[in-house]
């Protein structure tokens, strides 16, 4: 069965440096999205790409993040300068259609923790 | 954010009998509603969803059923397994938009 796929499964950074966390979606897949859940919080949408540009993000998605397709494959979510609370569970998702009208299947996810 | 609701952060089950999962919403603008299961250390794994169009969905041993006047759906696993033991979330959204709005979970024991 096809699965959304991430890595690293662990992240380890130190404040302030650059993260790049990769994720390899469906393959047939088109919409792309990256959540968070911090420790104990809900599971909280950051952003969703679609054709190559964003298509809608949340008030957490600042300038300090920002999405790539770089090939056919990957989809990567970039934290520029990484602060204490950008640690936590950061999971990608796809799905074959547009919000509502298709369900999202997430990856494992990857575990960041900004030191 | 409070949109989506869960207020049971836990339940728990005797293996065979129904395990009943609610949820509840505040945003009408919400006409998508799916159910996801998560286990420790994997990412949360999609189970059923409802259109505001329907009343009632089911696939295999998973019913959602959905109020719309009352803003307020439910999952129902019968027979509840051990193997169900997780942490489920509501989750919604509308046809308009990408994001899903998810609710804080309610992890589920099912006793053997």
């Known amino acids: 069965e096809p699965e959304v796929t991430q890595t690293p499964s662990h992240q380890v950074t130190q404040m302030g440096q650059e993260v790049i966390l990769r994720c390899v979606p469906i393959?047939?897949?088109?919409?792309f999205y990256w959540y968070r859940q911090i420790l104990g919080q809900k599971v909280e949408f950051l952003v969703s790409?679609?054709?190559?540009?964003?298509?809608?993000k949340s008030e957490i998605f600042d300038d300090q993040f920002s999405v790539e397709r770089p090939d056919g494959s990957n989809f990567t979510l970039k934290i520029r300068s990484t602060k204490l609370e950008d640690s936590a569970m950061y999971f990608c998702?796809?799905?074959?259609?547009?919000?509502?009208?298709?369900?999202?299947?997430f990856g494992p996810g990857t575990r960041l923790t900004v030191l | 954010d409070q949109q989506v609701k869960q207020n049971s952060p836990s339940l728990s089950v005797q293996e065979g009998r129904i395990s009943i999962l609610n949820c509840d919403y505040t945003?009408?603008?919400?006409?998508?509603f799916l159910w996801y299961k998560k286990y420790p250390a994997e990412g949360p794994t999609f189970l059923i969803s409802i259109s505001s169009i329907k009343d009632k969905n089911e696939d295999g041993r998973f019913t959602v059923f959905l109020n719309k006047s009352a803003k307020h759906l439910s999952l129902h696993i019968v027979p509840s397994q051990p193997g169900d033991s997780a942490v489920y979330f509501c989750?919604?959204?509308?046809?308009?938009?990408?994001?899903?709005?998810f609710g804080s979970g309610t992890r589920l024991q099912v006793q053997p």
């Open positions: 393959s047939n897949h088109l919409y």
């Open positions: 790409f679609y054709n190559n540009e964003i298509s809608e």
């Open positions: 945003n009408s603008m919400f006409d998508y």
């Open positions: 998702a796809s799905s074959e259609k547009a919000g509502g009208l298709g369900e999202q299947f």
């Open positions: 989750a919604a959204t509308n046809t308009g938009r990408r994001a899903l709005t």
